[in-house]
């Protein structure tokens, strides 16, 4: 079952990439929390990055692990 990020759930009121309020329709999970956006492509932008940031941490602990 995937659970769908909802509006009142969101950690923040503000777009963190704009300023701008965010929207219902521009929600995400990310670690467990329900972060807003004032539109998908800020969303998305985001989701980008901090896939690309997870990764990179992931492999630099991996290496620190052996």
């Given at each position: 079952m995937?659970l769908?990020?909802?509006?009142?759930?969101a950690?923040?009121?503000?777009?963190?990439?704009?300023?701008?309020?965010?929207?219902?329709?521009s929600?995400t999970?990310?670690r467990?929390?329900v972060?807003?956006?004032?539109n998908?492509?800020?969303r998305?932008?985001?989701?980008?990055?901090?896939?690309?940031?997870d990764q990179?941490?992931d492999?630099t602990r991996?290496q620190g692990?052996?």
């Amino acid at each position: 079952m995937t659970l769908t990020p909802r509006l009142e759930d969101a950690v923040n009121e503000l777009c963190p990439w704009s300023g701008k309020p965010v929207s219902a329709d521009s929600l995400t999970l990310y670690r467990g929390a329900v972060v807003g956006f004032c539109n998908t492509g800020c969303r998305d932008k985001f989701e980008a990055a901090t896939k690309a940031f997870d990764q990179a941490i992931d492999g630099t602990r991996d290496q620190g692990n052996d």
